[in-house]
């Protein structure tokens, strides 16, 4: 068989040594990293890619989009897939700034204590803090795919609602509205949102509070809270960074690394998964059915 090989194709001039690690950890034999990748100079490295190995060989080359670019990752991640035809192919895996893996891992979370895989789904409402940033925005996504009420909450309204708007545009039966948050406390729609929210998950920027205990004291129906900022000071007050379905009272709290170790887990088998079948093309709704079926597995 031949060696493994994962292109890791990035936009930043530095390709990120986090996926470098991951990838190596995940079974790649050999890693080629490409940085400062744009879609005018990407259509030469996929074409090394899929012209060198013939039939099944060409499973054991893959390809990983990463960078802390979300939407240069994205274009990247259709000119990858505009350049292959018929079988003349490998798998490919978009994980910019590991938005897809977060935000499956923290939906896997939601989902051991909410029924979100089923027709009650749609009886939940649920806000995301942050919602406008890379993690946030597939979180929102993923939720409203489920057929959750969602609201996404920014500090720019204008934002807020361009990403509804774009959720709406690829989901036309999303429930999705954006809210805008004021500083050090909530607007009254922010307000009214948490009071109704059965999740509340804080996507926002590192080092930022985005829920207060005072705030939070207002979700009262609240019944999972899911945290995923690393570096203090925390995104929800109360929540540690380990957390890890730690109950509080009626709520259930997740903070970054008690979510991080499924994190890891999905990153992992993607990468195996590319090297199973030259056809797949992962983005966040593949990464989440891959973390259901391993949270499944136990």
């Known amino acids: 068989m031949p060696k493994r090989i994962l292109i890791q194709l990035d936009p930043d001039s530095q390709p990120s040594t986090f996926d470098a690690v991951v990838a190596v950890d995940a079974g790649a034999d050999l890693l080629l990293r490409h940085g400062g990748v744009t879609v005018d100079t990407v259509v030469p490295l996929v074409h090394g890619a899929i012209f060198t190995r013939a039939g099944a060989d060409l499973a054991s080359t893959a390809i990983f989009i990463g960078g802390s670019e979300v939407a240069a990752a994205e ?27 977060t935000a499956a891992a923290a939906v896997v979370a939601a989902a051991r204590h909410l029924p979100l895989n089923g027709p009650e789904a749609d009886g939940f409402r649920a806000v995301v803090l942050g919602g406008t940033g890379p993690v946030g925005q597939r979180v929102a996504r993923l939720l409203a795919r489920k057929g959750l009420a969602v609201t996404i909450a920014s500090r720019s309204l204008d934002r807020a609602e361009a990403v509804a708007g774009g959720i709406r545009s690829g989901i036309p039966a ?32 590192a080092g930022i509070t985005l829920l207060t205990a005072a705030e939070r004291s207002v979700a009262t129906r609240a019944k999972v ?48 998964r590319l090297f199973e079948d030259a056809s797949v093309c992962l983005d966040a709704e593949e990464l989440l059915a891959l973390g259901e079926q391993l949270d499944a597995a136990g």
Not at 84 to 92: A, D, E, H, S
Request: glycine share 14%.
């Open 75 to 101: 274009r990247l991640f259709d000119a990858v897939r505009a350049t292959f035809f018929g079988p003349v192919r490998v798998g490919v895996l978009l994980d910019p700034s590991g938005a897809n893996t």
């Open 174 to 205: 999303a429930r999705i509205v954006g809210v805008e948050t004021a500083a050090g406390a909530s607007t009254a729609g922010l307000r009214s949102a948490l009071e109704a929210a059965d999740l509340i998950v804080a996507a926002g920027a």
């Open 225 to 272: 809270l899911i945290d995923l900022n690393a570096v203090p000071p925390v995104g929800i007050e109360g929540i540690a960074a380990t957390d890890k379905a730690r109950p509080d009272g009626p709520v259930i709290l997740y903070g970054p690394l008690g979510v991080g170790g499924m994190k890891i887990k999905i990153h992992r088998a993607a990468v195996r």
